[in-house]
């Protein structure tokens, strides 16, 4: 099963670490990144208007980067939230941030559009963990 | 015959005698004539002037010594008090060692038979204690009244029980701007800013109320609004009286404006270091947790040994880089906890936590066992309290069997009192954890893995751990499996 990865960090060093383990992680995986969040949202408002002109890419799951100028993670995830199209409710969205701070956590953990929140660097272990609840494995 | 004269000529006259004593003892009365002079005294005249009787029988009655008097020694001989008939008054005199005296007089005057002279039988009363009594009262509440108007800074306003402006000072007029005539006689709510403007009496006085039961403080802080409309913050305490069956509220208030102010620039000043100190963690965190994830992926690279070295050197730089930024941050999270805290009233939280929580099904068939020790003061944030009570107690509920007729899930929550210390127990008799995920259950983002529980994120008992930390805590647990789990939480006083 092929799984599709939207990254949204401002950070290129971090977006390229969370590529690699996807890449290491995910046997079949499709990765597009962001640096902006508003180009991101732009992307996924194509669905919504049902524009054809683009390619056909539906994340499975969304790793979101809070601390962003212009717009960040939180205003994303409100943002996306407006948007009915079924392709995006499916969306996982997950939020990380280097921060551990409390009130991120649990605004993170209490928001509606938000599945969880990830202490940055993202690991192998962390990806696991992910994918373990969004593709729960079959019972023995 | 009535009844006094038949008891006391049955007495053979003795009783008359000494009823006539007394009254002449205890009765002060004398009888003059025109001119003023003593014609009769009874003993109680002379005990009250401290003379013997013999001293004053024919000379000028004590009621006049000293040229006291004088008009009333002109009515007797001017007949015009023969006219009167009869005057009632108090006179002033002079008593024993100078001292004076207030006399309460009735003056009757008596025709004489055989030469139709008036002679005067006077009465009297000794009312100088009275008197002096009135005359402290008058001086002290002159005294309060001068003291009251005088005080320029002070706000001073009294109301009627309906909340009328009927009195106010000077230090009133000074701070609300408007003179007396246009405030006596308005409604109190005139003089009020904020949600008591032009509120009516009444709630006024009930939301008083509970500010003072709220805060547990006499002084309350309100907001005031002067003849321009401008709002101004006071101190506030409001007293209650009754006089003459009605009632009355004094309002005295002190101007806060220019304390507000500092406070405020000190609160502002304060947040923004807050603020610059928890960025600063922040941002030195993102570039450390960046090189973190470098390194983590150059390990799983195959490496020549020498490298491998090289690796093994950076990564323990970026550890003390990032103990150093986790200090800094930690210390930003407690100032950011820290800075607002209360007595913690755990019965109400738990109440509030239990409440949110039975909104959701799972919770319906549950027991909870809660004992508070009740002697238990506490001052903490109540924000985090609330969310280590949502969390412990989530918790509990996540990793309990479903209820059934051999077996009904039980939390069970204590609250006990400590040396220096709150220990918080809650405990569940359900799944437990195994010994493998024990030591691993506070970790950001680790789920035991335990069949048929609902969506779990990882976080709740992270959170937890995350809060007892910045609350300078303890967490322990102990756990069987399959049969249940205690948390046990202590947390110290604030030194």
């Known amino acids: ?140 | 015959m009535n009844i006094i004269e038949r008891t006391i000529n049955g007495n053979g006259g003795k009783l008359e005698l000494k009823i006539r004593d007394l009254l002449e003892e205890n009765s002060i009365y004398s009888v003059l004539n025109s001119k003023g002079f003593v014609e009769y005294a009874s003993k109680g005249f002379c005990t009250l002037f401290d003379v013997p009787v013999t001293d004053i029988l024919g000379k000028l009655s004590p009621l006049f010594i000293n040229n006291r008097n004088k008009g009333l020694v002109k009515n007797l001989s001017t007949k015009s008090l023969e006219n009167g008939y009869k005057w009632k008054g108090t006179l002033k005199v002079d008593g024993k060692k100078s001292r004076k005296m207030w006399i309460k007089t009735t003056i009757m005057p008596l025709e004489r038979n055989y030469d139709s002279t008036f002679i005067f039988l006077t009465i009297h009363e000794d009312v100088t204690k009275l008197k002096l009594e009135l005359s402290d009262f008058k001086n002290s509440s002159s005294m309060h009244e001068y003291i009251y108007d005088s005080v320029k800074v002070g706000i001073v306003i009294v109301l009627d029980s309906k909340g009328i402006v009927i009195k106010w000072n000077k230090g009133a007029q000074r701070s609300f701007g408007y003179t007396s005539s246009e405030i006596l006689g308005e409604p109190v709510s005139r003089l009020m800013g904020g949600k008591f403007s032009n509120a009516e009496f009444s709630n006024f006085l009930q939301h008083i109320e509970i500010e003072r039961n709220l805060q547990n403080e006499e002084i309350l802080e309100l907001y005031c609004t002067d003849k321009q409309g401008k709002e101004f913050p006071t101190e506030f305490v409001i007293s209650k009286w009754r006089m003459k069956g009605a009632d009355y509220y004094g309002i005295k208030m002190l101007d806060i404006s220019k304390r507000m102010a500092i406070q405020n620039r000190l609160h502002k000043k304060t947040k923004e270091l807050e603020l610059m100190l928890y960025r600063s963690a922040h941002e030195l965190n993102a570039p450390f947790s960046s090189a973190q994830g470098l390194i983590d992926l150059m390990k799983i690279e195959e490496n020549s040994p020498k490298v491998k070295e090289l690796i093994e050197m950076l990564q323990r730089t970026i550890d003390q880089a990032k103990v150093l930024s986790s200090g800094l941050h930690k210390s930003s999270l407690i100032l950011d906890n820290m800075s607002y805290r209360k007595t913690i009233d755990f019965k109400k939280i738990i109440t509030d936590v239990l409440k949110i929580l039975k909104d959701q099904k799972v919770y319906k068939d549950f027991v909870f066992n809660i004992a508070i020790d009740d002697s238990v003061t506490f001052v903490s944030n109540p924000n985090l309290i609330f969310t280590l009570f949502n969390k412990l107690l989530d918790n509990a509920v996540k990793y309990t069997y479903q209820a059934s007729s051999s077996k009904l899930p039980i939390i069970d929550l204590t609250i006990e009192k400590r040396e220096g210390e709150v220990k918080i127990t809650v405990c569940d008799n359900g799944k437990g954890i195994r010994k493998r995920d024990i030591n691993r259950i506070f970790e950001i983002y680790y789920r035991a893995k335990v069949e048929n529980t609902g969506r779990s994120n990882g976080l709740g008992l992270y959170i937890v751990s995350k809060i007892v930390d910045s609350l300078n805590g303890k967490i322990a647990v102990e756990s069987k499996f399959n049969q249940g789990s205690c948390f046990i939480v202590t947390l110290p006083h604030i030194k």
Do not use: W
């Open chain 1, 1 to 140: 099963m092929k799984i599709n990865f939207m990254l949204i960090d401002d950070n290129e060093i971090d977006l390229f670490i969370n590529r690699k383990y996807i890449e290491k992680e995910v046997g079949n995986a499709e990765v597009r990144t962001f640096q902006k969040a508003k180009n991101a949202l732009k992307y996924l408002q194509c669905y919504e208007n049902d524009k054809e002109d683009h390619d056909h890419f539906y994340p499975d799951i969304i790793l979101l980067d809070i601390n962003m100028p212009e717009m960040n993670g939180f205003e994303f995830l409100n943002a996306l939230g407006n948007l009915r199209d079924t392709r995006i409710l499916r969306i996982k969205t997950y939020l990380l941030s280097s921060s551990s701070h409390l009130n991120d956590i649990l605004d993170a953990e209490n928001h509606d559009n938000c599945e969880g929140f990830i202490n940055k660097p993202l690991t192998g272990r962390k990806l696991e963990q992910i994918l373990d609840e969004i593709f729960p494995k079959p019972k023995q």
